[in-house]
Every structure is written in structure tokens, then in C-alpha cells.
């Protein structure tokens, strides 16, 4: 199963490659290829004249892929914290009831039967 998965992900990564290339060589406006400018980003990276149209492609999709990681490693740490909080309580409640377990019966205790009480 992992084997068909892996090649599924190479199929899929080699398919986005040739639709990037096949994007940037129809995008050529008199000989040059488009360019696009991200707003904040281009004027910091150098790039006055703006991106390639499959370098904006890559950067868009490592900037989500990034921020997609970060989000599903935030939530593994709180649910672990979240984990390790319950098996603390489910200790405290092991150890409780091993407690009131381990109590001995007071035999002082006379239990009287009611229908002897009302015969008296």
C-alpha cells in the first residue's frame, strides 16, 4: 500500500512540474516570460521587476505547506499536553479507588432487620 502511495505522490509531483513548465512558456509576452509582483515581498528579495510565474507558484505553495506544518505541529504538542493531563487524572482516580478498596469494614455495625424492629 505505501509503494502505490509513494508512486501515486511522484505521478502527481512530476505532473506539477510539467504544468508549471507548460505555464511558464505560455506566458510570454513579446519573448519575455510573465512576471508577477507580490506586494511587501519583491521589493525585499530584489526582485523590483517581480517573480517568475512558476517561482510565485513554488513560493506560494512552500509558504502553505510551511504554515500548514506549523498548524498540524501546534495541535500534536496540545493534544499530548491534553493526553498526559488525562492519564494524571485517571492515576489520581486509580490510586483513590485503590484506597477505598483496600478500607476495612467496621464490624461494630449491628444491622437489624426491620420486621423483628416492628415485632418489638
Do not use: C
Not at 467496621?106 to 416492628?118: G, P, T
Request: glycine share 4%.
Amino acid at each position: 500500500m505505501k509503494l502505490i502511495k509513494y508512486i501515486l505522490f511522484i505521478i502527481i509531483l512530476i505532473a506539477s512540474v510539467v504544468f508549471i513548465m507548460k505555464l511558464n512558456t505560455e506566458n510570454v509576452i513579446e519573448g519575455l516570460p510573465t512576471q508577477i509582483k507580490i506586494p511587501f515581498l519583491t521589493d525585499s528579495l530584489g526582485y523590483s521587476e517581480g517573480l517568475l510565474a512558476w517561482q510565485a507558484i513554488i513560493l506560494t505553495l512552500s509558504i502553505g505547506v510551511f504554515i500548514g506544518f506549523m498548524i498540524a505541529l501546534i495541535q500534536i504538542i496540545s493534544q499530548k499536553a491534553e493526553i498526559i493531563s488525562l492519564k494524571s487524572n485517571l492515576r489520581k482516580s486509580n490510586d483513590e479507588l485503590d484506597v477505598l478498596r483496600n478500607q476495612t469494614l467496621d464490624d461494630d455495625i449491628d444491622l437489624v432487620d426491620e420486621n423483628e424492629s416492628d415485632e418489638l
